[in-house]
């Protein structure tokens, strides 16, 4: 069959998606002199990695010793495995802590993209965890570096989403990241980037090999594109997608991610699955609570700073300075009991009548309370009426924390008793994560469970290639980021996990590519 193919254009590898892991793969086949075609399917280049903080955990490497944070890969790895157990395989646990120093170094010190460590805490309390984190990020780039690329880039969800005029003089976080590959791809010479151009299937050949993929652009036109290394699949999950949702994870609504509508859509799994692919973790996602806007989005929602949430009952039911994963698993769970999918985010005005949290974008008062996702009365009864939940149970809740900051101690979840939670509050003690509700006006913010992507998909090795389901490579095809099942399992250890877990595995399916393939060119 396939040596009748016609093929439209021939690389080495072809890249599927354009995020975090899809580019840092792309850089990686570029250095070996490999050519690459990247194909993204929509008109902006950075998928859900533009979105991000930009935060790429990646323990032990050499830009938290030049800012003199110790840490070592044995130390990273103690506290992954503490976590993960051996719900994922320990040989692709300890691929993905062992290679990250190098993939750093090889991101700084040979592609050139200058990098600094930010102090942002590990999520969880186990051995080998650290109090600063082990995050890096790519420093802001002025737009003006980034020239003509600017507009081939995804925007920040504000602008992107909710149509609010971002200032984009100087890119950061996940910005700074895709605006920086970019460019080194684009001064490598060997990579082709295509926006608005979707793979529609995979081409095997007689032995179950991929040898390549069928694109189409926006006119409806059908390529068929040859990849004599490989084919790298880095385009995200399926968090937008409804059915899958429903099918899945038993979500209400595919709306509440942080993923743009035309990203997430599902068509990753589809082609991994058409390949028979073994898949793995479709129940997972990168959860966090979302403030529900009246354009029926979400907005990732962190670092509360006073208040509490409470569900369709009016009771409180975790501690609400939870690592966001963690805070969403509670919430998640809270549907499971059947207590509903409506959450409410409840302060005083001690703070000013503005939400005292992180949600990007802020939401506006009047909006929301004129699409009825916020509400705000005189006392905590009045409150419980406008939103429909029991007044008692409410008013329980509210005296219940009151009690607890007099104390300086919540007796039920902890509040401020750990790092993470006092990092957004500048908190020494738990004393001063436990403000009480005593204002003249009391506020009820809507809350659902939101996502910064799923996290299950194609099951991968230690190299990055995708298995079938009796365990044997399928030749050819490689996976990364949230196309693939992910290597922390159902938990999130730290504040940049996905992204450097896709970088790093996409890093290591090059290596593997070129390891297997000897002969391609690399000239």
């Not at 120093?101 to 051995?127: K, M």
């Not at 926006?218 to 999950?237: N, P, Q, W």
């Not at 406008?386 to 008013?395: F, K, N, P």
Request: proline share 5%; charged share 20%; net charge negative.
């Amino acid at each position: 069959m396939q040596s009748t193919m016609t093929w439209g254009n021939t690389c080495d590898v072809v890249v599927i998606g354009s995020g975090g892991a899809a580019l840092a793969g792309a850089l990686a086949a570029v250095h070996r002199g490999l050519s690459v075609c990247v194909l993204e399917k929509t008109g902006r280049f950075g998928g859900t990695s533009a979105y991000s903080g930009g935060s790429v955990w990646l323990p032990g490497n050499h830009v938290l010793a030049r800012q003199g944070v110790e840490d070592s890969v044995q130390r990273g790895l103690t506290y992954f495995t503490a976590l993960v157990g051996d719900r994922t395989r320990p040989e692709v646990q300890r691929a993905y802590l062992e290679t990250g120093p190098a993939v750093a170094d090889f991101l700084e010190n040979t592609i050139g993209i200058p990098l600094e460590h930010r102090p942002f805490p590990d999520y969880f309390d186990a051995p080998g965890r650290s109090a600063n984190g082990r995050s890096i990020f790519a420093r802001a780039i002025p737009a003006d570096e980034v020239g003509s690329r600017l507009d081939d880039i995804r925007p920040m969800v504000a602008a992107d989403q909710f149509g609010i005029d971002v200032d984009r003089s100087v890119l950061d976080g996940g910005q700074a990241w895709i605006a920086r590959m970019l460019l080194a791809l684009d001064a490598s010479g060997h990579a082709t980037l295509r926006l608005r151009t979707g793979v529609t299937g995979l081409v095997q050949d007689t032995e179950g090999r991929v040898t390549g993929v069928v694109a189409t652009d926006a006119d409806g036109t059908e390529t068929r594109i040859a990849a004599r290394a490989g084919v790298l699949l880095a385009a995200g999950g399926f968090e937008r997608s409804p059915e899958l949702r429903a099918k899945w994870q038993d979500m209400p609504s595919a709306d509440w991610t942080s993923s743009h509508p035309d990203t997430g859509s599902g068509d990753a799994l589809a082609l991994a699955e058409s390949a028979g692919a073994a898949t793995d973790l479709l129940d997972q996602s990168w959860w966090c609570p979302a403030t529900l806007f009246p354009n029926g989005h979400a907005a990732f929602t962190l670092g509360l700073r006073a208040g509490i949430v409470v569900d369709g009952t009016g009771q409180r039911f975790a501690n609400e300075m939870l690592p966001y994963d963690r805070m969403g698993r509670a919430m998640r769970e809270r549907m499971r009991l059947g207590h509903g999918a409506a959450f409410w985010y409840i302060f005083d005005d001690r703070f000013g009548d503005d939400l005292p949290a992180i949600c990007v974008p802020m939401p506006d008062r009047a909006e929301l309370s004129a699409a009825g996702l916020w509400h705000t009365a005189g006392d905590v009864a009045a409150l419980a009426a406008a939103i429909g939940v029991d007044a008692a149970e409410l008013s329980a809740s509210v005296r219940r924390f009151n009690g607890f900051a007099e104390r300086g101690r919540d007796e039920d979840f902890g509040r401020g008793e750990d790092p993470f939670g006092r990092f957004f509050v500048g908190a020494t003690s738990p004393e001063a994560c436990l403000q009480p509700l005593t204002g003249s006006r009391f506020h009820a913010v809507r809350l659902v469970l939101g996502d910064l992507g799923t996290k299950g998909g194609a099951v991968i090795n230690r190299d990055g290639a995708v298995e079938r389901p009796d365990g044997t490579v399928i030749p050819g095809f490689y996976a990364a980021g949230n196309s693939a099942a992910s290597v922390a399992g159902p938990v999130y250890p730290g504040p940049g996990t996905p992204l450097g877990s896709g970088m790093v595995m996409a890093y290591r399916a090059v290596a593997d590519m070129v390891g297997r393939l000897p002969a391609v060119s690399q000239s």
